[in-house]
């Protein structure tokens, strides 16, 4: 028995020994690398700026509201890039092509063969990521650049131009609108987690708002048929840049504002406006879905289709023209056509709309327009009365 127990004990010894050699002969070199699972591919997320007003507030990424791609930059130790060469050195993605996945509702890498993993950056110190919305193919220029004479301070600057799947002068689809990183990401490690990149509005928006005087609403209501927007001066194209400045004290990035160069401008002829489609923006019995229009009276301001956006310009002053039918509520409560057609224009300039903010980025201006004849008429009156469009 005790001999049994003996020859067990040399067999395990001998194994152990034998494991033991085989450890101590191995080099580094030989050893397999071995990387904790969040090691894995660099992968993003977004979110976006609310649409109602310039604030820091950040909504959940919707694919109805917002591009479905990206042009996406990343760098290790990014503030010490001063110049070209160091940010080509530096460089980890160079405005890759990053799309939104419907069916995974996640971000992908367009082309696999540009998927970067943290696992190849273990050795660096620090990491940023930048991006903007939607992704152009622009080879010819760096659109991500550090300024000269001024350390620490990087430039994103990319071309919009007029095409079509970018409706300029008036963009009414926001997925076609331009987007810009609000600051890079910054990151200490190479720890794998998702990047979150904000993304800010480069555009100003805008919507139609109608209201009639208070004094008319007991006996008419206005019947808001179509509106339209032509003007000699629209823009249609231009670049959009922002700067980011690295503090290095207080470890963070700042932002600069978003500016607008390089527009060229288009003339919007009377004869074929821009239409702004009717749409649906309340459930009330004011929006007629059948007839696509809009019933305007005095208790509050209906907004007339979607929101539009335009390329910042304090000198963007297009002309709306709106038709619409004058109409009286009779005894049987149907509503009967007093005037047919009225058709009257105002020009957006801060002349009619002091609050008009046309080269801010990011803010949503309502047009509010208040319609008001000269002087109250009835049936009798047939054409003698103009409708007139003034504003509050």
């Known amino acids: 028995m005790n001999q049994r127990i003996l020859s067990t004990t040399k067999a395990f010894l001998a194994a152990f020994t034998a494991t033991l050699l085989l450890i101590s002969c191995s080099s580094d070199d030989n050893m397999p690398v071995q990387t904790p699972d969040d090691y894995g591919v660099i992968s993003f997320s977004v979110a976006a700026e609310k649409s109602s007003v310039r604030t820091l507030n950040y909504e959940k990424y919707s694919r109805e509201k917002h591009p479905d791609n990206m042009g996406v930059f990343g760098f290790f130790n990014l503030s010490e890039a001063t110049d070209e060469d160091k940010l080509a050195a530096n ?30 950056y273990i050795d660096y110190t620090s990491f940023d990521f930048l991006g903007y919305m939607p992704y152009q193919n622009q080879n010819t220029t760096p659109l991500f650049t550090p300024n000269a004479g001024t350390p620490e301070t990087f430039t994103l ?58 004094s008319m609403d007991k006996i008419r209501h206005f019947r808001i048929k179509s509106v339209k927007i032509f003007g000699d001066k629209l823009p249609v ?42 749409a649906t923006n309340e459930e009330t019995a004011e929006y007629d879905k059948t007839g696509k229009t809009m019933i305007v009276k005095s208790d509050k301001y209906r907004q007339w289709g979607n929101h539009f956006y335009a390329i910042p310009d304090a000198a963007f002053n297009p002309t709306i023209e709106v038709t619409y039918d004058v109409e009286l509520e009779d005894q049987n409560g149907n509503n009967v056509i007093t005037r047919k057609d009225v058709t009257n224009s105002i020009v957006l300039s801060k002349t009619n709309f002091s609050a008009i903010q046309q080269g801010t980025p990011g803010h949503i201006n309502a047009i509010r327009i208040l319609i008001k004849p000269r002087y109250l008429y009835v049936l009798a009156d047939e054409d003698k009365a103009e409708g007139l469009l003034l504003v509050e």
């Open 91 to 120: 460089t980890i993605l160079d405005n890759v092509k990053i799309v939104n996945d419907a069916d995974a509702g996640t971000w992908k890498y367009a082309d696999s063969k540009d998927e970067k993993y943290w696992a190849q």
């Open 157 to 214: 600057s990319f071309s919009v131009e007029r095409s079509e799947n970018c409706a300029l002068p008036l963009i009414f689809d926001s997925r076609q609108a331009p987007l810009i990183c609000n600051v890079p990401v910054h990151k200490n490690s190479a720890m794998g987690e998702q990047i979150v990149l904000n993304f800010d509005q480069t555009l100003t928006g805008f919507n139609v708002q109608f209201e009639i005087d208070p």
């Open 237 to 278: 194209s231009g670049k959009v840049s922002r700067t980011y400045t690295w503090n290095n004290t207080q470890s963070t990035w700042t932002a600069g504002e978003i500016t607008w160069s390089e527009t060229v401008f288009d003339k919007v002829e009377k004869a074929s406006p821009i239409v702004i489609d009717y």
